[in-house]
């Protein structure tokens, strides 16, 4: 569409242009900052509180058994709540939904600030869970009902992986500083800035195309099965991590999370008004993108957790030094996702984007395989970091916008939902999977090596070692992990080139707008 067809149109009745094309909205970039605060606030969340725990558990008399529901509460809430938070919002409206997991957002994080004891804090994590569901899909939904034009898309989603990439090393550094210069109770506070700024923008610049609500009934069985169902998944995960993979409550909840998503499943095949209808993950491209991007996740967490410990306690970095470590990562997120992915995704296929991507993240996850308690960070770590960055950047792009391609604007909420789901169970997966392969192997090798130990020096020194051996025996599963992502997404993922066409943003039209040439329509925003 020309610049002066876009100018002509500038409101929420905006006219079309002689091909029945809705103009794009003249607020949209400018939506996209806010969009993109509010994403940064939500995955900044999953880290910032890492670092301030032990700070805040002290305070609140948390016991070590206890801890880790910190972490839990929140991810309990927010992977299991959000295909519903996807379904809200193709419901309510994607900017509704969006403004109201923002003020909710703030809310909980208020209260997480200002918690006296551990029943209010596991509260409030669980708060901030429950409005993330409904905030995460709003927000990803709305970038991909407003940006209809190939290029522009690009160049919106890169911004918007960089951040969904690099939110979490940035989570890092913010909350070393917070924890050490202020107080843990920043780590809360902060998110309330954040929210008002995104609402206040959001409020006041985004205009949701018409026409694109899904206002059929709730499918309540499908609600509760699938809630229940991957809530029981993470906790397994969960579980697994602190209690072991044959703990009777770990297998039980596994086992009854496989019972309940597959009676979703066929609840799913069968109800008129799915919760998530099957075409959003059975069409091949979006599959392969859902199961890649879980499997890349799952190799991240649990890398992100294993240096953050390297380098505290075995390097004895600070948590403002740790944080400050990471910046690598997130400048080669930055860079892989809004130069090198922004400029070849109208060029070339994702899959040669998403492939390559992951193979050169597993490549610098390759040479963290070789740390030693004595390796240097300028020549091992800072390299690495860099092309885990470049790699994980550039196929993220693609394949957050490749999530909601091709889908009609009233299921873009929930197809929003499934890629913040595969993130989120990942994560869980990632962090349980990657430690007890981590626990096992430096206790393998404290109970080889310890004996021939006679000093105290000595064995701390073992036990270290031992650290960095549990780690790098992890590293080389992650790294296997990233090699079948990439192999997934080369092989599941055949989209063509999605071209510079713009396509149906709303309305009542039914067809792609992609002209012959196109081997992928960008997003049928129609129904």
């Not at 209808?277 to 879980?294: A, C, F």
Request: proline share 4%; glycine share 12%.
């Amino acid at each position: 569409m020309s610049q002066a067809a876009a100018k002509a149109s500038s409101g929420p009745g905006s006219a079309s242009d002689h091909s029945g094309i809705p103009a794009p909205d003249p607020g949209r970039w400018k939506a996209l900052v806010f969009i993109a605060l509010a994403q940064l606030m939500v995955v900044l969340d999953a880290t910032i509180v890492n670092i301030a725990l032990p700070s805040a558990q002290q305070d609140l008399g948390i016991s070590d058994g206890n801890r880790q529901w910190v972490v839990t509460a929140y991810a309990l809430a927010f992977g299991g709540l959000l295909l519903f938070g996807g379904r809200i919002a193709d419901l309510w409206g994607r900017k509704n939904a969006f403004l109201v997991g923002l003020a909710g957002f703030a809310l909980a994080s208020a209260l997480g600030g200002a918690a006296t004891n551990e029943a209010m804090m596991f509260g409030a994590r669980a708060l901030q869970g429950v409005f993330g569901a409904l905030l995460a899909p709003a927000a990803l939904s709305l970038l991909a009902v407003m940006f209809t034009d190939a290029k522009e898309r690009a160049k919106a989603f890169g911004i918007y992986g960089a951040i969904a990439g690099g939110g979490g090393a940035v989570g890092l550094i913010l909350g070393g500083f917070l924890t050490e210069y202020l107080d843990w109770r920043w780590t809360f506070f902060v998110n309330i800035p954040f929210a008002v700024a995104a609402a206040a923008g959001a409020w006041l610049v985004i205009r949701e195309p018409e026409g694109g609500r899904n206002r059929s009934p709730l499918d309540i069985p499908g609600v509760i099965l699938s809630t229940l169902g991957l809530v029981a998944l993470v906790y397994g995960f969960t579980r697994a991590e602190s209690d072991g993979w044959s703990d009777t409550v770990t297998v039980g909840m596994f086992v009854g999370s496989a019972v309940l998503l597959l009676a979703f499943v066929l609840v799913e095949a069968k109800v008129k008004a799915p919760l998530l209808p099957l075409r959003v993950i059975t069409e091949r491209n979006r599959g392969g993108v859902y199961l890649s991007l879980g499997l890349a996740i799952i190799a991240m967490f649990g890398l992100f957790l294993f240096l953050t410990y390297y380098l505290q306690i075995v390097k004895g970095y600070s948590p403002v030094k740790t944080g400050f470590a990471f910046l690598p990562m997130i400048a080669g997120m930055i860079t892989g996702s809004t130069q090198i992915g922004t400029r070849l995704m109208t060029r070339v296929a994702p899959r040669l984007l998403m492939g390559p991507g992951f193979l050169v993240a597993a490549l610098g996850m390759l040479l963290l395989t070789q740390m030693e308690i004595d390796s240097s960070y300028a020549a091992l770590l800072m390299p690495a970091m860099l092309l885990l960055g470049l790699g994980m950047g550039t196929a993220f792009m693609p394949a957050m916008s490749l999530s909601t391609q091709g889908v009609e604007a009233r299921d873009a909420g929930v197809a929003s939902a499934m890629v913040n789901t595969s993130q989120q169970v990942g994560g869980a997966i990632g962090t349980a999977l990657l430690n007890t392969i981590a626990a096992s192997a430096t206790t393998s090798y404290i109970a080889d090596h310890l004996g021939s130990a006679t000093s105290r020096s000595q064995q701390q020194l073992v036990q270290l070692e031992a650290m960095v051996e549990g780690y790098t025996s992890a590293i080389w599963f992650a790294v296997g992990i990233l090699v079948v992502a990439a192999a997934i997404a080369l092989t599941f993922v055949n989209a063509g080139r999605p071209g510079g066409t713009t396509v149906a943003g709303s309305g009542a039209g039914s067809g792609s707008g992609a002209t012959a040439e196109d081997e992928l329509p960008v997003p049928v925003i129609a129904h």
